[in-house]
C-alpha cells in the first residue's frame, strides 16, 4: 500500500505547486495593470537561476528560513501556533552576541557554547508562552505577538543602555562588541554561503526523525491531532505543549545564527529581521513537512535574492513580498479544497473496496 | 396500528414510507407515525435505532430518499428547518443550541426579533410576549438574564419558549429527560401537558419506559431503524414495551458456564471524588467494586450519573478525593495513566471520535495510540512501523474491521467498523483488566455480535471486564453480575439471571436503593 | 463594589477617569510634574489613541462575529497608504474614505478565506499583514517615487487638514475673528490647587485642538455599542461570535453576517490607518503604523470586547506615549501613579481574600515606587511595551473576568454543525 502513501504526496505537492503557480498569475495581473511587462519579469526572476551566485545566495537565504520554519512547524505539529519566533529570535541574538563576545573558548567549542546559548534563551523566552497556556490558559498565539514585542523593546533598550560600543571603523553602524574569530561559523563559499546551511539541513533531519520516527514524535502528533485521545492514553497535553515550545523556542533562538556567526559577528539593530516571521510563510507553505520546508525555503531564498534583479528592469521587487503573502493565503486556501476532495475520494474508495470485500463474506 | 380512526379531525403529523440513506446505513425505512393533535406522543427505541434520524427528517434537517410528510392534512416538504418552522413545528434538540453569554431574551428572539422599521429591536414587545409565554409555561426566570447563569432545566425551558415564540403547534423534543433530574423531569411534564392543554402537539422522543408510560397519550416503537408498533400506554406494560423495543424476549443467561476467578483483578474501596466546582456534591460516593479474573461485572445506569468519573478515576485522570483502587492488588494511588496502561488496564472510552481515534490518521498510527510502551513495536526511543502495521493487520482480521488496508485514516471507516478498531486495540496487549464504555454504541447489529464474543472469548481466557453500558440487552447478556450506578453511588447489585427490566429501571431511577454489596 | 458593578458601561468609564484624574492629581501636587495632565497632554493622548481605539473597535467587530482578526495591523497599513495617496490626490476626507473604502475590501478577503474556505484565521490574517506590507510598498515605487516630496517609502504631502478648531470660551477658541477668553486654559494654570486645574486640564484637552476624525472616532464607540446591543444586526452578530450553530437552526445566515461584520471590521482598521497619515501627519509613510494594530488587538482583550472597555484601554495605552512626547521629565511621574493604582487595586484583592494577589500588588506598586525615586527617565523601550506587557498580565491574571465570543477563531461551516 505503499501507492497509497505516494498518492497522498503527490497529491499534497500538487496542491502546493499550483498555489505557487496562482500567486505567480495574479501579480502577473498585478504587473500588468501597474504597466509592467509580466513576462519580462519573469524571465528576469527566474533567468537568475542560472547564475551560480544566486543560487549561492538563495541557499544561504534559505538557511534561517528553514529553522524558523522548523520551529513554527514543530508548534504546528501539536496544533499551538508560535507567532513568537521573531521576538525569541531576537533575545537570542542580543544574549549570545554578549556571552559569545565575554568568553573565550577554541573554535569548535566556542561555536557550540553559541549556538547553546541562543538555543536555550529562545527557549526561555519561549517558555513564557508556554507557561502562560499551561498554567493560566492564555493563548498562546495572543501572548507569542505581544511577547514579540516586549523582546524588541527590551532587546532595543538592553542593546542601547549596556552593550554597544563606538565604531572602530568609522561606520555609522553602532554594534556590540564584536566575537573573537574563534566563534565565527565558516563559510563555504566565502562571503556567498554561510556553513550554517548545514546546521539548517541537520536541523531539519533531526526535525523529521524526532517527530515521524520516535515514540515521542508519535505522542506529539497524537496530543495535536486528538488531545482528548492522547489524554486517555495517559500522555499529558500540558506537558506535551510545554515541551512543544520549548523545542520551538530553542530552533527560533538558531534562526538569528546564520546573521549573527556567520555574517555580521557582532549584535546590531535589524540584524537577522524578519526572518523568524518567515519561517511561518515557508511552514505553511511546505506543509510543515521538512522536505516541503526545504524546498519552500529554497524557494523563497530564491525569491529574495533574485528579486534585485528585477530592479535592473525598473520593476519594484516588493512584487516578490505580495507574491508570499498570496502563496500563503493560496496555498490554506486550495490545501482547504484539496483536503476535503481527498477525504470524499478516500471514503468512497474505502466504501468501494469494501463491498468488493463483503461480497464473499 | 389501533385507535387512530378520529374521523373529522385531521392528523397533526403523517409520515408515511419514510426511509433515510447515509453512505454505508440505512438510518430509517418504512416509517409509518401518525400523530393525533393535542397529544403527547412518544417515540421510544433503543439507542441508535434511528429516532433523531427520523425528527431531523421531520425538522427539515435532511430530506427523507422516499416517503411522504404529512402536516395538518397538507403535503410539504422541507428544504430547511425555515421551511418546517413555518409549517408550525418546533424543535428542542437534545443538545442545547443556545448561546451562553446572550440573555434569555437574546437567544429566544434570534433570528426572529420584533423591530422597528430601523432594525432596532423593540424590547419592550419583546418582553410582553416572552412573559406571557413564561406564564403559559410556567417559567420564572428573569429575561434580562445571561443563559450562562442557568441550569440545564431552565435551559430546556429557554429551548421550549424559542419554539413558543415562533408560533410552533407541534413540539418536538430530543430525548429532553436525557440531561434532568428527576424532579425537573416533572415539572417538564407539567409544562408539557400545560402546553397540550392550550392546543399544542407534542412528540416526545425517549428510550426511558417509566415516562413514557406515566405521561404520554401514545407511544410508536422504533425498533432498527422502521416502526414496529404504535400502541397506548393502557395497552402495554413495561415489559411488553421493553421487548418491543429490543424485538425479542430478553436473553437467557442462565445455563453459562461461571468461570470467574479467585484473584481480584481490580479493587475499588471507598472511592470518593470531589464534584465539578467547590461546593458542589461529590461526584462519586463511597464506591466499592470488585472485578475478579474471568468475570464481567456490568455497571447500569442512566447516563450521567457518575459512570464516566468513575472510568476517569480508576484510570487516574482524576484526582480523587479518598479510597483506594488496585489492580492485580497493586495500589494505584501514586501511579500516572501510563503506569496503569502498563499494568495491564486498558479503557474503550465513551466517545470514540472524542476520546479513542485520531480521524485524519491512518489505522495503523490508530492502533499504536497508548501502546507506546509495547516492546514488540517499539525500538528503543523510535516506532517500528513495519511491526505496527503488522499488529494492525491482524488486529484487522481478528476483529473483521472492513477496510481497504491500514493505511487508510480513520475518518474512512464507518463507526461500526471505528469501533471493532478501537475495540482490537484495547484487547490487542492482553490487558488484565478492560474498562469497556458503551462497547457496541452505534454499531450496527452483525458488529455487536462480533465485539460481545470478543468480550465473552477474552473473560473465558481470564480478562476482568468493567462492562458500563446503557443496553440492557448487552448488560445482561453479557454481565456475571451488575451493578447500578445512580447520583455517583452504587445502589444495587443484581444477579442478571434474575435480573428484569423492571428491577434495573427502578434503581436506575433512583426509585429504589437496595444493598450495594 | 455592589455599586460600581450596577453601572452602565458608560457610567464606569467616566467613574474610572474621575478615579484616575485624582490619582493624578494627587500625584502632580506631590512631584510638580504638571504635564501630566495638562491640556496639551490629554489632547496629544486623544491624537495617540484614536489609531488605537479605532484598531479596538476593528478587533471588537471581527471577534463579536466569531473572527479573529490578526490582519488588523494589515488592514491598518492599506488604510494609511490609501489615505495617504487620497489626501495627496484630492485631501484628507477623501483620503480617509478610500481607505476605509480599502480596508473594506481586504476584511472581505480575511472573511472570504475564513469563512469560505474554512482557513484558519489566525494563518488568513499573517498572510493579509504579509500581502498588505508588500502591497502598499509596491504601490508607493509605483505612485509616489519621483513626485515632489514623494519617495520610495512616503508619499507626497496631502491636500489640506480635515478641520480643527479650539471651542469658543472654553479653550480660547475664535467666533469670526474675535478670539473669546480661553477659560479652562485659565484654570488649568492654577498649579496649586488640587483637582481643579486637572480636571480644566482634561476638559481643554477635550475641546482644543480637535479635528473632525477623531470626533467621528470617539463617536464610534457608543455607535458601536447601540448597533451591537440595541439592533437585529447586532444581535445576531454577538450570536454568530457566541454560538453560530444556535443562529443557524433559526434560519440566521451565519456566512452573510460574518461577511458584513468584516467589512465593517477592516474598514475601522483601515481609518485608523487614515488617521495615521491624513491627521498626526500628512503623508503616508512606510512603517507608519508600527504595531498599532496588534495594540488595538490587545485594547479588544483589554476592553473586554467591548466598545466602551476599549475606549479605556486606548486612552490607558495611549496615555504614556503621549507625556513621553509632551513632557519627557513628566513620565517617572506615572510610576507613582501605578504605585497608586495598584494599591487601591491591592485594597481591593485583599477585600476578596486573595492573598497571593494582594502581596503581588503591594510589591508591584513598591517596586513601582522605589524606581521612581531611583530614576530620572523612564526609557522610551518600556513605554513602547507597556500595553503588551498589562495584556499578559491581564489574560494572566484577570481571565475570570474576560468574557471572549465563546466561538471566536473556530471552524466553522454552515449546515455541518447538527
Known amino acids: ?361 | 396500528m389501533t385507535e387512530h380512526s378520529h374521523l373529522g379531525k385531521q392528523l397533526a403529523v403523517e409520515l408515511h414510507g419514510i426511509t433515510k440513506r447515509f453512505p454505508g446505513v440505512i438510518a430509517n425505512h418504512d416509517v409509518e407515525l401518525t400523530v393525533r393533535p393535542g397529544t403527547i406522543h412518544a417515540i421510544v427505541g433503543e439507542n441508535g435505532a434511528g429516532k433523531s434520524t427520523l425528527m431531523k427528517t421531520l425538522y427539515g434537517m435532511h430530506q427523507p430518499d422516499e416517503g411522504t410528510i404529512t402536516v395538518n392534512g397538507n403535503l410539504v416538504q422541507f428544504k430547511t428547518p425555515t421551511d418546517a418552522i413555518a409549517a408550525g413545528i418546533g424543535m428542542v434538540h437534545q443538545h442545547f443550541m443556545l448561546a451562553d453569554n446572550l440573555t434569555i431574551t437574546e437567544n429566544i428572539i434570534l433570528g426572529d426579533e420584533p423591530t422597528d422599521n430601523r432594525g432596532r429591536i423593540n424590547f419592550k414587545e419583546a418582553r410582553a410576549r416572552i412573559e406571557s409565554l413564561m406564564t403559559s409555561l410556567g417559567a420564572t426566570f428573569n429575561p434580562d438574564t445571561n443563559v450562562s447563569e442557568l441550569g440545564v432545566g431552565q435551559r430546556q425551558r429557554v429551548e421550549i419558549l424559542k419554539v413558543l415564540f415562533r408560533g410552533a403547534k407541534i413540539l418536538i423534543l430530543d430525548e429532553p429527560t436525557a440531561v434532568l433530574v428527576p424532579q425537573e423531569v416533572d415539572e417538564l411534564f407539567t409544562t408539557l401537558k400545560r402546553l397540550v392543554a392550550e392546543g399544542a402537539t407534542v412528540i416526545f422522543i425517549s428510550h426511558k419506559l417509566d415516562e413514557v408510560l406515566a405521561y404520554c397519550d401514545e407511544i410508536t416503537v422504533i425498533r432498527r431503524g422502521t416502526t414496529v408498533a404504535h400502541t397506548t400506554p393502557s395497552q402495554v406494560d413495561r415489559r411488553s414495551l421493553a421487548e418491543l423495543m429490543v424485538g425479542s424476549d430478553l436473553p437467557d443467561p442462565s445455563g453459562r458456564e461461571t468461570k470467574v476467578g479467585e484473584d481480584v483483578r481490580l479493587q475499588v474501596t471507598g472511592l470518593n471524588l470531589a464534584g465539578t466546582f467547590a461546593g458542589a456534591k461529590l461526584a462519586l460516593e463511597d464506591i466499592n467494586v470488585a472485578v475478579h479474573s474471568g468475570e464481567i461485572v456490568g455497571i447500569a445506569g442512566v447516563e450521567g450519573n457518575g459512570q464516566f468519573e468513575l472510568c476517569e478515576s480508576i484510570l487516574g485522570l482524576r484526582k480523587i478525593l479518598s479510597g483506594s483502587i488496585s489492580v492485580c492488588g497493586q495500589e494505584l494511588s501514586h501511579t500516572e495513566t501510563r503506569d496503569r496502561i502498563n499494568m495491564g488496564l486498558s479503557y474503550i472510552p465513551f466517545d470514540r471520535h472524542r476520546e479513542g481515534l485520531l480521524l485524519d490518521a491512518p489505522l495503523w498510527e490508530n492502533t499504536f495510540l497508548g501502546r507506546e510502551e509495547n516492546a514488540a513495536l517499539t525500538n528503543g526511543p523510535f516506532i517500528s512501523r513495519g511491526k505496527i502495521e503488522a499488529d494492525c493487520r491482524s488486529i484487522i482480521e481478528r476483529f473483521g474491521v472492513l477496510t481497504p488496508s491500514e493505511q487508510v485514516p480513520a475518518f474512512a471507516l464507518s463507526g461500526g467498523n471505528q469501533q471493532k478498531l478501537v475495540v482490537g486495540r484495547e484487547m490487542a496487549s492482553d490487558p488484565k483488566i478492560l474498562l469497556a464504555a458503551h462497547p457496541t454504541r452505534g454499531v450496527d447489529v452483525g458488529a455487536q455480535a462480533a465485539i460481545w464474543d470478543e468480550l465473552r472469548h477474552a473473560r473465558d481466557k481470564g480478562l476482568g471486564v468493567l462492562l458500563i453500558s446503557a443496553d440492557l440487552e448487552e448488560l445482561i447478556g453479557l454481565s456475571d453480575r451488575i451493578l447500578v450506578m445512580f447520583d455517583g453511588r452504587v445502589t444495587a447489585q443484581l444477579d442478571p439471571a434474575t435480573a428484569t427490566p423492571e428491577m434495573l429501571g427502578t434503581y436506575m431511577t433512583g426509585e429504589e436503593q437496595g444493598d450495594a454489596r | 463594589m455592589k455599586f460600581f458593578k450596577s453601572l452602565t458601561t458608560g457610567q464606569r468609564t467616566i467613574a474610572l477617569s474621575l478615579g484616575f484624574m485624582l490619582v493624578l492629581s494627587i500625584v502632580r501636587l506631590f512631584t510638580n510634574a504638571d504635564d501630566i495632565t495638562s491640556s496639551a497632554t490629554i489632547s496629544s493622548t486623544l491624537r495617540v489613541a484614536t489609531p488605537i481605539l479605532l484598531a479596538g473597535l476593528a478587533g471588537v467587530w471581527a471577534e463579536r462575529v466569531g473572527i479573529v482578526n490578526i490582519g488588523i495591523e494589515g488592514m491598518m497599513i492599506i488604510g494609511t497608504w490609501f489615505g495617504g495617496y487620497g489626501a495627496w490626490k484630492w485631501g484628507s476626507w477623501a483620503g480617509i474614505a478610500l481607505a476605509i473604502f480599502a480596508g473594506s475590501l481586504v476584511g472581505l478577503l480575511h472573511a472570504l478565506a475564513t469563512v469560505r474556505f474554512n482557513v484558519n484565521h489566525v494563518v488568513s490574517g499573517i498572510a493579509i499583514n504579509i500581502l498588505a506590507a508588500g502591497t502598499t510598498e509596491y504601490l508607493s515605487i509605483i505612485f509616489f517615487k519621483g513626485q515632489q516630496g514623494g519617495g520610495e517609502s512616503q508619499s507626497p504631502a496631502g491636500k489640506g487638514g480635515s478641520g480643527e478648531f479650539d471651542m469658543p470660551f472654553l479653550a480660547g477658541g475664535r467666533i469670526g475673528s474675535w478670539r473669546s477668553p480661553d477659560i479652562l486654559g485659565w484654570l488649568e494654570k492654577k498649579h496649586d490647587l488640587p483637582l481643579l486645574p486637572d480636571l480644566a486640564g482634561l476638559l481643554r484637552g477635550l475641546v482644543s485642538d480637535i479635528d473632525i476624525p477623531t470626533i467621528v472616532a470617539i463617536a464610534l464607540v457608543p455607535i458601536t455599542a447601540y448597533v451591537l446591543w440595541r439592533t437585529r444586526f447586532g444581535l445576531r452578530v454577538r450570536s454568530s461570535g457566541e454560538s453560530p450553530q444556535a443562529g443557524e437552526s433559526l434560519g440566521v445566515s451565519i456566512n452573510r453576517l460574518r461577511y458584513q461584520a468584516m467589512a465593517i471590521s477592516g474598514g475601522l482598521a483601515a481609518f485608523g490607518g487614515a488617521y495615521l497619515s491624513t491627521v498626526v501627519t500628512s503623508t503616508y509613510r512606510q512603517g507608519q503604523t508600527g504595531g498599532q494594530g496588534y495594540i488595538g488587538l490587545a485594547t479588544t482583550i483589554f476592553g473586554n470586547w467591548t466598545p466602551f472597555g476599549v475606549f479605556r484601554g486606548s486612552i490607558l495605552f495611549g496615555f504614556p506615549s503621549a507625556l513621553k512626547f509632551r513632557a519627557e521629565k513628566n513620565v517617572p511621574a506615572l510610576l507613582l501613579v501605578i504605585a497608586v493604582i495598584l494599591i487601591a487595586l491591592g485594597i481591593v484583592s485583599a477585600m476578596k481574600h486573595k492573598q497571593m494577589l494582594t502581596m503581588g500588588l503591594f510589591i508591584g506598586a513598591a517596586l513601582s515606587a522605589a524606581t521612581y525615586f531611583l530614576v530620572d527617565e523612564v526609557p522610551q523601550e518600556f513605554v513602547a511595551a507597556t500595553p503588551y506587557i498589562v495584556t499578559i498580565l491581564v489574560l494572566a491574571g484577570a481571565q475570570q473576568q474576560l468574557r471572549p465570543p465563546a466561538h471566536a477563531g473556530l471552524a466553522y461551516r454552515a449546515g455541518e454543525n447538527h
Open chain 1, 1 to 361: 500500500m505503499k501507492s497509497q502513501r505516494l498518492q497522498r504526496m503527490a497529491i499534497t505537492s500538487a496542491s502546493s505547486l499550483l498555489a505557487v503557480f496562482v500567486a505567480l498569475c495574479i501579480c502577473a495581473v498585478i504587473l500588468l495593470i501597474t504597466g509592467k511587462d509580466p513576462i519580462e519579469a519573469y524571465r528576469t526572476l527566474f533567468g537568475a537561476a542560472g547564475d551560480t551566485k544566486v543560487l549561492q545566495g538563495a541557499l544561504n537565504r534559505a538557511t534561517p528560513l528553514m529553522i524558523s520554519a522548523a520551529a513554527v512547524a514543530i508548534g504546528f505539529k501539536m496544533n499551538l501556533f508560535n507567532i513568537g519566533v521573531e521576538g525569541q529570535m531576537r533575545v537570542a541574538l542580543l544574549t549570545t552576541a554578549v556571552a559569545g563576545a565575554a568568553v573565550d573558548l577554541p573554535a569548535p567549542l566556542h561555536i557550540l557554547f553559541c549556538l547553546v546559548v541562543a538555543m536555550a534563551t529562545g527557549a526561555i523566552w519561549a517558555g513564557f508562552a508556554g507557561w502562560l497556556k499551561v498554567k493560566r490558559g492564555v493563548n498562546e498565539v495572543i501572548s507569542t505577538i505581544m511577547l514579540n514585542f516586549v523582546a524588541l523593546s527590551l532587546v532595543a533598550w538592553a542593546f542601547d543602555s549596556f552593550f554597544r560600543v563606538e565604531s572602530t571603523t568609522g561606520s555609522l553602524l553602532v554594534k556590540t562588541k564584536e566575537l573573537p574569530t574563534s566563534a565565527w561559523f565558516p563559510d563555504i563559499v566565502d562571503r556567498r554561503l554561510n556553513g550554517m546551511f548545514f546546521i539548517a539541513v541537520l536541523v531539519l533531519v533531526l526535525f523529521y526523525v524526532l517527530v515521524w520516527k520516535t515514540k515521542f514524535g508519535f505522542q506529539l502528533r497524537a496530543s495535536g491531532a486528538n488531545p482528548g485521545a492522547s489524554r486517555v492514553t495517559g500522555v499529558n497535553p500540558k506537558r506535551m505543549v510545554m515541551i512543544s515550545m520549548l523545542l520551538s523556542g530553542a530552533l527560533a533562538g538558531l534562526v538569528g545564527m546564520r546573521a549573527l556567526l556567520g555574517d555580521v559577528h557582532a549584535y546590531q539593530n535589524n540584524l537577522a529581521e524578519q526572518q523568524g516571521f518567515n519561517g511561518i510563510a515557508v511552514a505553511l507553505l511546505g506543509r510543515n513537512h521538512p522536505l516541503g520546508i526545504f524546498i519552500s525555503a529554497l524557494l523563497f531564498g530564491y525569491l529574495g535574492e533574485a528579486s534585485g534583479r528585477l530592479q535592473l528592469i525598473d520593476i519594484p521587487k516588493e512584487i516578490t513580498t505580495i507574491m508570499t503573502g498570496i502563496i500563503v493565503l493560496a496555498v490554506v486556501i486550495i490545501n482547504e479544497v484539496v483536503k476535503r476532495w481527498d477525504d470524499r475520494r478516500i471514503q468512497h474508495k474505502a466504501a468501494a473496496a469494501l463491498e468488493t470485500v463483503a461480497v464473499p463474506a
